[in-house]
């Protein structure tokens, strides 16, 4: 039976609903501060803190609940004689319903605040609370989210009570909130890249249909502490966004912002299939698809710049999954909206991850992410690119972060001709590349050349200059085999592994 309420809430939605179904059961209303004043204001018989603990709140509002009348009432076990006893000694009351939700840390961390602002937006009596009512929920029913306001409305009004399980589940929803709001403020102050125990806060964005495969269940949550393109982004158009479909955004999205030109990237399983810059959008587009005309089909499409009517005529002439771009001409937009079930993606947030996790059984590999492209360009071989060559091999490193290793990507005028990856060993990721490419200009390693052969195999095709990162301890095999044939060999210094 609810008779007693403690409410203190920073967000108001639903409050007043809630409030005036409570004081329509007779259930005694206790608040705090600008609650109280908000209640009272709308015509809620309401006992403020003070007036239950016989203390003034102090320290600017930091303490006003922190008292034995408030925690006595929200831990004292029902069931316990000795509790009940002692409480009644004290003048305590129980109380047998909180409503709390925190300070809005998660969204204050991220606004342009100074530090000292930003500790002010940590809760303290409010934690304290909810963590009190959740480890006492046979007893105390506790109250964060505003969605489960009407789920305990009509429990209450059906059966005059709240049913053990969901109180077990309104406890465990203390617990939740509090570890994710805990990690943001720990990594907050603790600034660690590596701290000792790894705390994660993230909030759940939707339920995904499945996973990588229909039998797997899957759901999507975004960082409650950090900004980042893949959290930050506006669906235009389509149908809902699967698993895949999110990893496969983020891979492209991320290759056209390694360019200051207008670029383009068609994406499908996670890996490039074409990747050009162009003098505009559409020209950009054009030669993405000249790449691979045929995995592209069916696949995703991602653009630097604003995307224009032209280009959106061109898109719809073949079927994708997804079109994703900082921006939409309204004439574009039409266009692509006439396929709907085309998923267009407004995202002009920058990538941002500082870092990248893998889970494996039992643990979690972290590291930071690959935010570096070259160390040092160092020309290794008696022939020395051209500068045209020297910008397909710096656009050619750009592209071959995102393919999965090994991994060669063969350029030849701003633009693939050939992507070889995911292969066991470089020679077969080359064979295929320079196949695919059947001609091309220059050619880019993800790592060192630990055979002459790709070399050898380069030299088949006409290739002219070969950027790597240098490294093996057969490096010398490598150069002098490009020596052989006249073509050049930079050193980056940098491997870009993707496993």
């Not at 305990?152 to 929803?173: P, S, V």
């Not at 990893?247 to 200051?260: H, L, P, R, T, Y």
Request: proline content about 3%; charged content about 30%; aromatic content about 8%.
């Amino acid at each position: 039976m609810i008779k007693r309420a403690l409410i203190s809430v920073y967000n108001k939605e639903g409050i007043l609903d809630i409030s005036k179904f409570l004081q329509h059961r007779g259930v005694e209303i206790i608040s705090t501060g600008g609650t109280y004043k908000h209640l009272k204001k709308n015509g809620i018989k309401v006992k403020e803190v003070s007036e239950v603990t016989g203390f003034e709140e102090i320290l600017d509002g930091r303490v006003k609940t922190l008292h034995p009348f408030i925690h006595g009432g929200i831990l004292a076990v029902r069931d316990n004689k000795e509790h009940m006893d002692t409480i009644k000694s004290k003048g305590i009351e129980p109380i047998d319903m909180v409503i709390v939700n925190l300070y809005p840390f998660f969204e204050k961390v991220k606004e342009d605040l100074s530090f000292d602002e930003k500790v002010e937006f940590i809760d303290i009596g409010g934690p304290t609370m909810i963590r009190a009512a959740a480890k006492n929920f046979k007893d105390v029913v506790v109250l964060t989210d505003i969605n489960d306001y009407d789920d305990i409305k009509a429990q209450l009004e059906h059966n005059d009570e709240i049913d053990y399980n969901t109180r077990k589940r309104l406890a465990g929803k203390v617990f939740n909130l509090m570890s994710s709001y805990d990690a943001a403020i720990s990594n907050f102050l603790l600034e660690d890249d590596y701290p000792e125990y790894l705390t994660l806060s993230y909030k759940k964005q939707m339920d995904l249909r499945y996973g990588e495969n229909p039998h797997q269940s899957a759901a999507y949550y975004v960082s409650n502490a950090d900004k980042g393109a893949m959290k930050d982004f506006t669906q235009l158009n389509g149908k809902e966004l699967s698993y895949n479909n999110i990893k496969d955004m983020d891979i492209a999205w991320k290759v056209v912002n390694e360019f200051d030109e207008i670029a383009c990237c068609g994406l499908k399983h996670n890996t490039p299939c074409g990747v050009a810059i162009g003098s505009s959008v559409v020209d950009a587009y054009l030669k993405a698809y000249e790449c691979d005309p045929i995995s592209i089909f069916g696949g995703i499409i991602a653009f630097n710049k604003k995307v224009d009517k032209k280009t959106a005529e061109e898109l719809v002439k073949i079927f994708l999954e997804i079109v994703i771009a900082p921006d939409f001409e309204e004439e574009a937009l039409k266009v692509l909206k006439s396929k709907k079930n085309l998923r267009v993606i407004k995202c002009d947030v920058k990538p941002e991850d500082k870092f990248e996790m893998a889970k494996v059984d039992g643990g979690i590999l972290l590291q930071d992410s690959d935010n570096k492209l070259i160390d040092e360009i160092k020309v290794v071989t008696e022939n020395k690119p051209s500068e045209e060559e020297m910008k397909d091999l710096i656009f050619g490193m750009k592209v071959v972060k995102y393919v999965k290793s090994n991994a060669i990507v063969v350029v030849k005028d701003g633009k693939t001709v050939g992507i070889g990856g995911g292969q066991v060993n470089r020679i077969w990721a080359a064979s295929q590349a320079l196949d695919r490419a059947k001609e091309g200009v220059v050619l880019a390693s993800d790592a060192f050349f630990p055979f002459k052969d790709v070399v050898e195999e380069a030299a088949k095709y006409g290739i002219k200059s070969i950027i790597q990162p240098g490294g093996s301890i057969r490096d010398e095999e490598s150069i002098e085999e490009c020596n052989k044939q006249g073509i050049s060999m930079v050193f980056t210094g940098i491997r870009h592994f993707k496993h």
